[in-house]
T-cell receptor
Framework: DTGVSQDPRHKITKRGQNVTFRCDPISEHNRLYWYRQTLGQGPEFLTY????????KSRLLSDRFSAERPKGSFSTLEIQRTEQGDSAMYLC????????????FGEGSRLTVL | AQSVTQLDSQVPVFEEAPVELRCNYSSSVSVYLFWYVQYPNQGLQLLLKYLSGSTLVESINGFEAEFNKSQTSFHLRKPSVHISDTAEYFC?????????????FGTGTRLQVTL
């Protein structure tokens, strides 16, 4: 297994456009997380899935953000009507069902909104 | 809710010198604590963790951290750093509940090791 993969790695878009990021977790991991990281800050929790169920969402996840994990495998994070403040690195992580304290992170998808 | 404070945004150090990266946390409940490391152009990876038991935990590459409940700290130390330790280090915390899920990260400390 090659680990958590994210696509695209970089996305430049104009304000108002929609963007979608994809995350493929480690295959045997049932938990999947999305985080956002801006310059000079640590990762901030956005949302978390157990299989296909979205169990928790942060207040950071405004109505313009939606995340899905339709078959309990890969996940997508869509941002509608992007704003300049959405520019950030979007990180995906996965872990086993039983909480052993370790998240496995992908390399992230960097979004730049012009 | 939990929070993490990493007071040092950057720590420059010479190779073979000791280093300490400070981490303090705040929580009204018991917590699990972690240090993650991010090497240039790579994803975050777990360096070490405290879940229970001995308050001193170690990594495979010579780092150690000590959980101090009275001081709500989890400082990371290494007695002799190497150039390859240059990276960003993040302290993280999660509540010790049955459905422990999300991590709360600090703002990170950039460790710069030079010759």
């Amino acid at each position: 297994d090659t680990g958590v993969s994210q696509d695209p790695r970089h996305k430049i878009t104009k304000r108002g456009q929609n963007v979608t990021f994809r995350c493929d977790p480690i295959s045997e991991h049932n938990r999947l997380y999305w985080y956002r990281q801006t310059l000079g800050q640590g990762p901030e929790f956005l949302t978390y899935f157990q299989n296909e169920a979205q169990l928790e969402k942060s207040r950071l996840l405004s109505d313009r953000f939606s995340a899905e994990r339709p078959k309990g495998s890969f996940s997508t994070l869509e941002i509608q009507r992007t704003e300049q403040g959405d520019s950030a690195m979007y990180l995906c992580a996965s872990s086993w069902d039983v909480w052993a304290g370790e998240l496995f992170f992908g390399e992230g998808s960097r979004l730049t909104v012009l | 809710a939990q929070s993490v404070t990493q007071l040092d945004s950057q720590v420059p150090v010479f190779e073979e010198a000791p280093v300490e990266l400070r981490c303090n946390y705040s929580s009204s409940v018991s917590v699990y604590l972690f240090w993650y490391v991010q090497y240039p152009n790579q994803g975050l990876q777990l360096l070490l963790k405290y879940l229970s038991g001995s308050t001193l935990v170690e990594s495979i590459n010579g780092f150690e951290a000590e959980f101090n409940k009275s001081q709500t700290s989890f400082h990371l130390r290494k007695p002799s750093v190497h150039i390859s330790d240059t990276a960003e280090y993040f302290c993280a915390v999660t509540a010790m509940t049955g459905t422990a899920s999300k991590l709360t990260f600090g703002t990170g400390t950039r460790l710069q090791v030079t010759l």
